[in-house]
């Protein structure tokens, strides 16, 4: 059984379900507009717990989402493939660095880290945490790691102050070097974690 059609594409904007009373949901939409997955975060675990699925009626589960730990500060979050059972691989939050400037680790499934994920600018990054959370969080993704990285993605808040929403880019990745299932749990994660705080 191979990959889904969702994690084929090279462009996706992920939006904030308006008016979700509790927990978190997302829509993802490919870049025709056409839903290619819709994300629920559960509400009320004391552990981060988000599906993804093929759509909103949520008759497929495509991946699983879960975080180890309780606190999240540098929490570490499995992603598994929920057809196959495959484990896709982990997203590491850098604690300390993310005070200042989010930083993620991109590990494999055997958790070797083969790429980062970084918020764009330090004094972008300090301005949205001291004075005001109106300039947009952008985010690129470097990969692969054993050759010190190369733009592969980006990850882009699109400016609305009441829609949390971003646009996920991985057209600098012609090759797929990225797994796009890690790529678009990763867009995910951050709308549910960082967007959370905004």
């Known amino acids: 059984m191979g990959i889904h059609g969702t994690f084929v594409g ?23 507009g056409a839903l290619a997955a819709f994300s629920e975060q559960k509400a009320f675990k004391l552990k981060e717990d988000i599906r993804v699925y093929a759509d909103e009626a949520k008759t497929r589960e495509l991946l699983c989402i879960q975080a ?19 484990k896709v691989g982990v997203m590491r939050r850098r604690g300390g660095r993310s005070l200042l400037r989010d930083e993620w680790e991109m590990l494999d499934a055997s958790e070797n880290k083969i790429g980062t994920l970084i918020e764009d600018s330090m004094a972008l990054a300090l301005v949205r945490r001291l004075l005001t959370n109106l300039v947009p969080q952008k985010y690129d993704i470097f990969f692969p790691e ?17 829609v949390y929403k971003v646009d996920v880019d991985f057209s600098m990745d012609p090759a797929g070097q990225l797994d796009r299932r890690l790529g678009i749990a990763a867009a995910i994660l951050l709308a549910a974690i960082e967007g959370r705080q905004n």
Do not use: C, M
Request: hydrophobic share 35%; glycine share 10%; charged share 20%.
């Open 10 to 32: 090279t462009r996706y904007v992920v939006r904030r379900k308006v008016l979700k009373l509790a927990g978190g949901a997302f829509h993802v939409w490919d870049a025709q």
């Open 68 to 86: 180890r730990q309780v606190i999240d500060f540098s929490a570490s979050y499995d992603i598994t493939d929920s057809t196959s059972g495959e």
């Open 146 to 162: 054993a050759t010190g990285g190369q733009k592969v993605g980006s990850i882009d808040q699109a400016f609305n102050p009441f």
